[in-house]
Nanobody, 126 residues
Framework: RVQLLESGGGSVQAGGSLRLSCVADSSYCMAWFRQAPGKEREGVASINNGGGTNYAASVNGRFTISKDFAKNILYLQMNSLKPEDTAMYYC????????????????????????WGQGTQVTVSS
């Protein structure tokens, strides 16, 4: 199994953009999560092998998840960044060969994903 490896994090000012990348695998569900200091890990966006996407309300319209299915690289384009987006961002997959429907990223969704990267830090200053 490929070890998930994130890249692309950094420090930007509010309103700026960053693009995260993750060398991933061919699992049915792939997602981005984030965890700020003192807070629980939360789902940000997910994509399934059919290209279906799902976003947290807090990032909908600002972030875009995509995947290069030929190379198994997962992306997260983050625009209009806000200080509250500051967190460690993690790539995750469910390890499933197949599935159906959207990939869940709501409360408790961390248990749906079996494989995780080490994370990449995103810091947004005001």
């Amino acid at each position: 199994r490929v070890q998930l490896l994130e890249s692309g994090g950094g420090s930007v000012q509010a309103g700026g953009s960053l693009r995260l990348s993750c060398v991933a695998d061919s699992s049915y569900c792939m997602a981005w999560f984030r965890q700020a200091p003192g807070k629980e890990r939360e789902g940000v966006a997910s994509i399934n092998n059919g290209g279906g996407t799902n976003y947290a309300a807090s990032v909908n319209g600002r972030f875009t998840i995509s995947k290069d299915f030929a190379k198994n690289i997962l992306y997260l384009q983050m625009n209009s960044l806000k200080p509250e987006d500051t967190a460690m961002y993690y790539c995750a997959t469910d390890g499933a060969i197949d599935g159906h429907g959207d990939c869940y990223i709501g409360p408790g969704s961390t248990f749906e994903y079996d494989f995780w990267g080490q994370g990449t830090q995103v810091t947004v200053s005001s």
